[in-house]
């Protein structure tokens, strides 16, 4: 008999021991499906980058005019927010090219609903170039093909291009459009243009611009864009293409900086040095 107790009071203490460990450890997903309240103020207190209204510049593109010798540069764009940081160094750099007398257009993929997603009905179209080309795709190729240079334009959302950008290199770059097959292996059809990258980040080591612009040659800065590089390299070389690099930046003003308009102008300063490094304005 006092062995069954003993027995039935250790079964009793692992259970609830168990049920406790469950409660608390790490490897039981908690969903937080119920949120919280938005709050008003939210511009305010978020940890993303909000441009002051006050420094917040609004660019319009010029425009391709299809013909004529000038340099035409096609921003793809993938962030929700035109208040961001991210946003702001992508008006100032369509600006800089108008101002060097390039032909500017903007695909802001969140605002014309752009849908990023390869399905199975669209898969084959995709892969081997089988079928009419769908006429979102169609649209975008339309852009791509008059451009001398693609500016693709993203927040770091976990160190790659996000859905939306991913999704249109996935569509519109696809067979028979960027690449084809030949008896040699595959060959790309991009040639003569070359592609660049603004990605604002939250932290890759502390830095502003590309390979080496770590502050202090901070190794982990250079191990990113190292990793960055081996991606872009690999997906210009895809298309045909020439890739020349990124800047990024994770030197972020603060939102509520007393210093902010000298800060968001040293930062777009340095995004104009590094484009005119990077770019040729003329052909
Ligand atoms: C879904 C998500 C994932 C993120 N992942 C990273 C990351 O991997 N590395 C990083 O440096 N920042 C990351 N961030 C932070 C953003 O890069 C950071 O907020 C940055 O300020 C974005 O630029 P923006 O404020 O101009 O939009 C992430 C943010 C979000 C929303």
């Known amino acids: ?20 460990a469950d409660a608390v450890s790490s490897a039981t997903v908690k969903v937080n499906v119920e949120g919280t309240e938005m709050p008003a103020n939210v511009d305010a207190v978020t940890s993303a980058s909000v441009v002051p209204e006050a420094y917040r510049q609004a660019v319009k593109p010029n425009g391709f005019t299809r013909e004529g010798n000038k340099v035409r540069v096609l921003f793809v764009v993938g962030d929700p927010r035109h208040e961001s940081v991210e946003w702001d160094l992508v008006n100032t750099a369509m600006k800089h090219f108008m101002d060097k007398g390039c032909e500017v257009e903007l695909r802001d993929l969140y605002a014309i609903g752009w849908n990023p997603v390869i399905t199975r009905e669209t898969f084959f179209q995709a892969k081997d170039g089988f079928g009419k080309t769908p006429k979102d795709v169609a649209v975008e190729q339309l852009m791509v093909a008059p451009a001398d240079y693609i500016v693709f334009a993203y927040p770091n959302w976990h160190d790659t291009p996000n859905a939306m950008v991913k999704g249109y290199m996935e569509r519109v770059f696809q067979k028979q459009f960027a690449y084809r097959d030949t008896d040699k292996g595959l060959e790309g059809l991009m040639k003569g243009k070359a592609f660049y990258t603004i990605m604002n980040c939250g932290w890759i080591g502390r830095g502003r611009g590309g390979l080496g612009d770590g502050i202090d040659k901070n190794p982990i800065w250079d191990k990113y864009l190292t990793a960055f590089k081996t991606l872009d390299d690999d997906t210009a070389g895809f298309w045909g293409m020439t890739s020349l690099g990124r800047f990024c930046n994770d030197q972020t003003p603060a939102n509520a900086s007393k210093n902010y308009g000298k800060e968001i102008e040293a930062l777009r300063a340095d995004l104009v040095k590094h484009l005119d490094k990077t770019f040729k304005y003329t052909k």
Request: hydrophobic letters at 65%.
């Open 1 to 20: 008999m006092k062995t069954q107790i003993t027995a039935f009071a250790a079964t009793l203490f692992f259970a609830l021991n168990v049920q406790a």
